[in-house]
């Protein structure tokens, strides 16, 4: 393939993931997706040995989710549930893992998503979309559910562009812990938490 082909295929996930946040700003966040600092101190205090089933929330074009399946064991399964059907037609077309699940639908609907695929529970969640904006009905669904899946002990990953989540996690978790990655655009504050 020409070199030019591959830089416009490399940018072909950054201008799908700008384009939808002009459109869709509030439930974006932010303007490109994660960078590899904020990926890399985000997964890397889970026991990989441990994930049999993953749940990520508005994977957007998969920048976390490539690297959650780089992480997880050949039987594990992730299942990424994204409300925007442009981000789920090229998570379908990109990632052509066997593990992987897309699921068009809201998060507040964990529940019902893991059961349609015979799952009762997961040992990990992981979320960016911006709590800060979603409606607090639909913030509060969405983190009991997540803690009504969660095995004992299991870890729900948070990051976020506004640090107000952190009230409304340590309604919900055992334990919240928090940390900051300033090496991304924008920076984040990243939740730690465990059922």
């Known amino acids: 393939m020409p070199a ?4 416009a295929t490399d940018r072909a996930p950054l201008a799908l993931f700008a384009r939808n946040f002009f459109r869709h700003p509030r439930m974006l966040g932010s303007i490109i997706p994660s960078s590899r ?6 997964l890397r205090e889970t026991d990989w040995r441990k994930v049999r089933t993953a749940v990520e929330y508005g994977p957007g074009v998969g920048t976390i989710t ?6 997880l064991g050949p039987d594990a399964r992730l299942v990424v549930i994204e409300m925007n059907p442009d981000f789920v037609s090229y998570l379908r077309e990109s990632i052509p893992d066997p593990r992987l699940h897309v699921v068009e639908g809201s998060a507040a ?3 019902r998503v893991l059961a349609d695929l015979g799952v009762e529970t997961a040992e990990l969640a992981i979320s960016g979309i911006p709590m800060s904006t979603l409606p607090p009905g639909v913030r509060e ?4 559910a997540t803690r009504r899946v969660l095995t004992p002990g299991g870890q ?3 990051y976020q562009f506004s640090p107000t ?3 409304h996690l340590e309604r919900v978790f055992a334990s919240v812990r928090r940390s900051f990655e300033p090496l991304n655009v ?3 504050s990243l939740y730690f938490c465990t059922a």
């Not at 600092?37 to 985000?42: G, P, Q």
């Not at 490539?66 to 992480?71: E, F, I, Q, T």
């Not at 669904?141 to 009991?144: G, R, T």
């Open 186 to 188: 924008l920076p984040a």
């Open 156 to 158: 729900f990953l948070v």
């Open 37 to 42: 600092f904020l990926i890399r101190r985000l």
């Open 4 to 7: 030019t082909a591959t830089r």
């Open 165 to 167: 989540v952190g009230t």
């Open 109 to 111: 609907d964990v529940e």
């Open 66 to 71: 490539r690297a959650v399946l780089d992480r």
């Open 141 to 144: 669904a969405v983190l009991d």
